[in-house]
């Protein structure tokens, strides 16, 4: 990959490569991640180093839940500041890395379970900008978002990763970007400055997430309203946790698995995150 140009043609879609690039799932957390040099944002600038440079980063992000599967299809998608109550310096960030109309419509191509429309109204929201800022601050790097269907199940969404799953040869680094366990409501606010701190079912959950991603039980994973009252406590809504399902959907039997994140914040939040392959 030499140049933007090299993305933007259609016609002539990345060549395969050997080594399968790596798959994310990133607890993304607060917005002020993006800004703050922590633990979290520190391990995602080392992870950048860990793994070769990708010819593109596709993002599954919480925040860009809407009725049909659409991909971002802009040359420069714009940075959205898609929060509030934050400090002004999280709002004059901006993340400029390019687009790929090209591949944007090659990945629309390769999925059959559903008609998935090229954007040109969205862009990069706070569950993608803020990690791969971190990653690629130089912003040389095309960056793309795949929506999530709130009106489908999560096998629908494993299906679909499923589909994805070649891009993985092409050198494109995909990353679900959520929360495994991820209840506002619940938020114990007086404790946001203890390292760790977690209540009881959502460190549970954590653990239950964990085991079933290490021995592959996908469907447990996708079947999580099975998993008991902790787990819906973990997922009282599924925006979050529909990134993992992709993620999941886009692994092998091969891929090696590590934990990377994995602590809880604020009682209610985890930000375990996984790398596969």
Do not use: C
């Not at 809407?66 to 299809?73: E, F, L, P, S, Y």
């Not at 130089?138 to 629908?156: E, M, R």
Request: charge should be negative.
């Amino acid at each position: 990959m030499n140049s933007l140009s090299d993305l933007k043609s259609f016609t002539d879609p990345l060549p395969f490569q050997e080594k399968l690039m790596p798959v994310l799932f990133v607890g993304h957390g607060s917005p002020m991640n993006g800004i703050e040099v922590n633990e979290f944002s520190n391990k995602w600038t080392e992870l950048a180093h860990q793994i070769e440079r990708p010819n593109a980063v596709l993002v599954v992000s919480a925040h860009w839940f809407t009725k049909g599967t659409k991909i971002t299809a802009m040359n420069f998608p714009p940075t959205i500041h898609d929060f509030g109550g934050f400090p002004q310096a999280l709002f004059e960030v901006q993340y400029p890395a390019p687009g790929s109309p090209g591949l944007a419509a090659e990945t629309a191509s390769l999925i059959h379970t559903t008609n998935a429309v090229l954007d040109h109204d969205w862009g990069l929201d706070h569950g993608t900008w803020t990690i791969v800022r971190h990653m690629y601050p130089d912003a040389t790097i095309p960056v793309l978002q795949l929506s999530i269907d709130y009106t489908k199940p999560a096998a629908f969404h494993y299906e679909l990763a499923k589909e994805l799953t070649i891009l993985r040869k092409k050198g494109i680094l995909i990353m679900g970007s959520g929360n495994m366990v991820h209840n506002l409501r619940m938020i114990a606010w007086d404790k946001m400055e203890i390292p760790g701190f977690g209540f009881d079912w959502a460190l549970q959950m954590n653990e239950t997430f964990k085991n079933l991603i290490k021995i592959g039980d996908h469907k447990a994973l996708m079947d999580y309203e099975k998993l008991g009252k902790e787990a819906l406590l973990a997922i009282p809504t599924p925006e979050h946790y529909l990134p993992l399902i992709y993620s999941l959907g886009l692994t092998s039997k091969q891929d090696q698995i590590s934990f990377f994140n994995d602590k809880a914040v604020a009682g209610s939040l985890t930000m375990t995150s996984v790398q596969f392959g």
